[in-house]
DNA sequence: CTGAAAGCGCTTACAG
DNA sequence: CTGAAAGCGCTTACAG
């Protein structure tokens, strides 16, 4: 049984400079890169500091040097597999530069406001949103705070904040093309959440596409970006006295929730009674059991070029606004008879 | 365009008290539950601090208060689908009482001394390790810092600290045996990375489960948690001039791995040639294109369990350890042949 | 190179 | 109830 702390307080670099018989500046130069302090004393100090257990506070230095190396990630719940691939590559590069994410929970679709505001607290370097949206009004009130805002794939109405964004209406638009081509007539659409911007985006996207080939959509159900709304939505839609010969979904989630529908409880064939496209390419797409058409959208370079944002923006608050376009392409596997490229 | 904030410094309550009129002790005191102050101060400084934009720092809070409220969150990549749902879980449970999670991103089975030490510069209030592996040593550092830790899923070698953690083992044994009473002969293993500890109890589960119907694991693969692994582990085992007539699988992704070799890659019905049965219970296991049987590990259980042990172990860090034991249960779903319990 | 002192933004006994 | 002062753990000009 490991012997525990009795209630000793946190070893102070005044403890260090008392044992190493030296400053508690000099205690500080000795962590502090490029300080000029003797080799001998930084030493000594570095000898006392390993005595004890020295750990310098983070906190306490950020009140002084003004930067805290914490950055607030605004996530949801995780729930469809494309976010948590995302906040993992975003932690591990947040801590290869020496940033730390300080999480901010919000559910799902929900104004990030209150909870965001909340977080602020803590006087973070920046903050990523990647989950719910965004008023206006919030950004502002980051502004005044002086917290630079990242988006990730959400935009802001009023503009004037920095942002990685997928180009959805392209993406969308690239899967009507390829279905069109193939041949296709009555492509259905199963959306996402309404609030959601990317849900209007892709949505459109699909129109548009359909339209420079003389076609609407030919019926449509809204889902929630879930798995099982996929399913239901796809068993309503193929359940219909004339049924699609495709189904464009708003994730890969629901493409997913759409194949079980067709394969597993109609009784469907896909590609070959209908064919099914999602939108992300999640790692689970790849899977062969799915092995799903779908157009990508780059999660690491998401990341990297949030990143990039950060290193860009921290400390720099007269930069004027950049929003980085991910161009979003056509993944070609086995759920949808698609035209060659 | 939003207004950018002119380089003007965060409000402090020093700004608050002079708008106001008052003493920085009154600000602090207006916002500080319980504190006296008259309803007329209060209402200056309220007043005041709306008005400015005010919003105290957590962080020099911290340093007189001695309370962070902030909590060390361990995660790795998040590839597992457990994971994230657990995370979110997590981070939502610590919003509700007002914690934060602060990340540290190790990478997968690694050890977590490093990561871990490094983002105790903060000084948090406690560490929960959901991820990687811990090394008695670095427990011990974090008993010296006076950090309580909580494990999660893991064990320690040296005993002494919080845990919660499923019986890995019963829960195989679950498994083994409703696979025996149904009948089948040759069950075969798909192991996880060998370092991982709930790879070792789920394995002697199996194993013991097994010998107590005088059987023996029939053959092996090992695989390490993913999709892929447990898909190729199991074209392996299929292939074999004897195949298995069941797969046990040490957890839900490596199942699902396993069925999509069965099917798609074999051509063989699950669970009429081949049961394949899971571990954890991951969301998706309940989707219709898997429908897997497994033995479920209660993410809900071990969150509770993790704020509750949370909650009871800050700033007393002489309570003796507890561990807090998750029992598993058998879901049986349509990818295995099970006897009725 | 080194240390004493002031300061970062807050809170909390202590007097009043 | 209220304010002046000391203190939390660090860093950083400023002198030496």
Redesign the pocket.
Known sequence: MLERRRGR????????AELA?????????T??PG????A???DRVVQAAQELG????AL??S????STDLIAVVMGYLSSQYEPYFLGRLTAGLQRVHKRALLVHVDDSDDVGVPLLEALAYPVEAAVVAAGSISPETAEECMRLGIPLVLSGRALKADGVDAVRCDNHAGARLAADALVRAGHQRIAYIGGKVSIQSEAERSAGLRDGLASHGLAVFAEEQGDFSFESGYRAAVTLLRAQVPPDAIFCCNDAMAMGAMDAARHTLGLRVPDDVSIVGFDDIPMSAWPGFNLTTVRNPVDQAVDNILDLLQRRIGRPHLPPEIRWLRPVMVRRGSARLAQP
């Open positions: 307080r946190r070893i102070t670099s005044e403890d260090v018989g030296v400053s508690r500046s000099a205690v500080s130069r962590f502090t300080a000029s302090v003797s001998e004393m930084r020295y750990r310098r506070n306490a230095r009140l002084t040097t003004n």
